[in-house]
């Protein structure tokens, strides 16, 4: 409740004059929170995050960057880095997720697409962080640790250490190989909106902060192996092929073979799998937020699928099968 008085004397004093109210908009996985002001006239949205734990500082930065770009994010029209709270512009409250089950996927995709080349037109070094190796293999250790070892009760041997490790090195060698982009890092349903008005508004992203300089295929996997809602993989084929169309039509660092950015994507998304995995069961046994369980059913079978194609990576797969005490299952290997 302190903090909820602090960001109220906040707003009253950058909002001289005007009656509002707050309501809470939405909480996400992290110490951030996010409240609804209502004015007369119109509504905006209030950040509220604690500075001992978040920074508001890569957001800001990274809505000016993807701002520029032509993408439409919240415009932060006030700001209190020391206390942790900004203000912003109102995207509304229809998520991608919510619409897509209403069945308007085709279009929403197409524009989730052409603003993510946008922001990947816009790319060049320095100016976030790089998604390295390093960073790359922090968050699939976040494997072992969280859904191995709490959310299994399970300890790995040496052999089955040194095929993870495996995997891991086989991932990065192909993932740092991949063209080098802006990477949202969490492109998917729950943080892009349904904005009406004129042509480019949609969708409205959020969530951006964690931003990095990255491989082109890592926000078309969180868009289309989203943990949230599974499509057909032919028609994930489908988009991806789209998507190939325009990179290389916008002069993109893509690959001239479908069939090798097809193999990129899939990798990339085994390594994003691997992370989920490790985030959702961290944030049940460490956090308390039961809500992602139901989840990791659908990340764990995009990780297989992908992996049982791949010779590659057919070695995990016979380690998930250890884990989960299940039979090989016979698939095609590419």
């Not at 006030?78 to 209403?102: C, H, I, K, M, R």
């Not at 069961?281 to 659908?298: E, Q, V, W």
């Amino acid at each position: 409740m302190q903090r909820q008085q602090q960001l109220n004397s906040w707003l009253e004093k950058v909002l001289p004059g005007e009656q509002f109210s707050l309501a809470p908009a939405s909480a996400d996985a992290s110490f951030r929170r996010y409240f609804r002001v209502t004015l007369p006239e119109r509504t905006l949205i209030a950040m509220d995050a604690p500075p001992q734990h978040e920074d508001c500082r890569p957001f800001v930065h990274v809505a000016e960057v993807f701002g520029a770009a032509g993408v439409h994010v919240p415009r932060v029209i006030e700001q209190d880095l020391a206390q942790g709270f900004l203000l912003l512009t109102d995207l509304g409250n229809t998520t991608y997720l919510s619409a897509l089950n209403a069945g308007t996927a085709a279009d929403l995709y197409r524009d989730a697409m052409d603003a993510l080349i946008r922001i990947q037109q816009a790319s060049r070094s320095g100016v976030f962080p790089l998604y390295d190796e390093a960073l790359l293999t922090r968050e699939m250790r976040l494997f072992p640790e969280w859904y191995v070892g709490k959310h299994l009760n399970a300890t790995l041997d040496d052999k089955q250490q040194a095929v993870l490790q495996k995997t891991f090195d086989t991932l990065n060698r192909n993932i740092l190989s991949q063209g080098q982009v802006y990477v949202h890092r969490d492109y998917h349903s729950r943080n892009l909106m349904v904005c009406d008005g004129a042509i480019g508004e949609n969708p409205g992203i959020l969530d951006f902060q964690d931003a990095v300089y990255g491989a082109i295929t890592y926000d078309l996997v969180s868009l289309f192996k989203d943990a949230y809602i599974r499509w057909e993989e032919e028609q994930v084929l489908d988009w991806v092929v789209r998507y190939w169309e325009k990179a290389k039509k916008a002069g993109l660092p893509v690959p001239q073979d479908i069939s090798d950015f097809y193999r990129d994507f899939e990798w990339m998304g085994a390594q994003r799998h691997l992370k989920v995995l490790g985030i959702f069961a961290r944030l049940y046994h460490r956090d308390g937020k039961d809500g992602y369980l139901k989840d990791l059913p659908l990340v764990m079978d995009y990780l297989r699928r992908a992996c049982e194609r791949y010779i590659e990576l057919r070695p995990l797969v016979r380690l998930l099968d250890q884990l989960e005490n299940r039979q090989s299952q016979v698939g095609y290997t590419f």
